[in-house]
């Protein structure tokens, strides 16, 4: 009666872990999270949680990614490497993927889907563009210290509705792609010109925590005073419309 007795105890407190770590709130994850992101109107368990607003601060800047649904692994804690599955949706801006963080802090970033206005670009740089970004399968390993590594980079991504934004009036650039592939070297991408009256063509290219971009444009929108005064700023003008030569650190 004992041995029986003993068990079930022992039977009972492994059940009453188990419904402890099942329920265990979805507040917890704040000890987790980089001090870049920030989470809002939290709730749920930890293993399935739901934040009412989530951003993410990137080069000193807030970009907000709005209601965050997420889905964490437990045995990814077990081996200290969380590997969460996420869903955000603010307006018409909606991500999903599934993202790993490993022992070192590196982190493994998987088939990201979704468009986010490139708006936000504008407060990190003086990029007075418009439209919208769109990622398919893209997937990439980045190291995060005091800079930003890229290790590893595939995927599609599409600019959408480009334009740029001037103040009499948005100029219509066109729509774009950059399909980033795997291979020996450094990291890199072409930039193709799906449709529009600016014809951009090149190469985008991330060796570590460098970046070189190596792009001509051309096409009646460089005829556009407005538009043709903003690229002499960056790009070196030729017979035909110009071409743009940049390389510098993240």
């Not at 809002?40 to 965050?68: N, P, Q």
């Amino acid at each position: 009666m004992l041995t029986r007795s003993r068990y079930a105890g022992g039977l009972a407190a492994i059940v009453a872990l188990l419904f402890l770590l099942a329920t265990l709130p979805a507040r917890l994850v704040s000890y987790w999270l980089p001090q870049e992101a920030r989470l809002a109107g939290i709730t749920g368990t930890l293993w399935h949680g739901y934040a009412a607003r989530a951003s993410v601060d990137i080069l000193g800047k807030s970009v907000h990614l709005g209601a965050l649904n997420w889905s964490l692994k437990p045995w990814s804690l077990l081996l200290l490497s969380p590997d969460v599955n996420f869903s955000s949706r603010w307006g018409s801006q909606n991500l999903s993927g599934r993202v790993a963080v490993g022992v070192s802090g590196q982190v493994t970033l998987t088939d990201l889907n979704g468009s986010i206005d490139i708006r936000f670009l504008r407060e990190l740089l003086p990029l007075y563009v418009g439209g919208e970004l769109q990622f398919q399968g893209v997937n990439a390993v980045l190291a995060l210290d005091e800079r930003i590594n890229v290790k590893q980079l595939s995927g599609r991504v599409l600019w959408q509705k480009a334009v740029w934004a001037a103040s009499m009036g948005d100029v219509a650039l066109g729509n774009y792609v950059l399909d980033w592939g795997e291979g020996k070297g450094p990291i890199s991408a072409q930039l193709l010109t799906l449709s529009g009256p600016l014809e951009l063509a090149g190469q985008v290219a991330l060796d570590s925590n460098r970046y070189r971009v190596d792009i001509t444009l051309r096409g009646p929108a460089v005829r556009n005073t407005r538009l043709s005064d903003s690229f002499r700023l960056l790009a070196a003008p030729v017979a035909d419309g110009f071409d743009l030569k940049l390389e510098g650190n993240f």
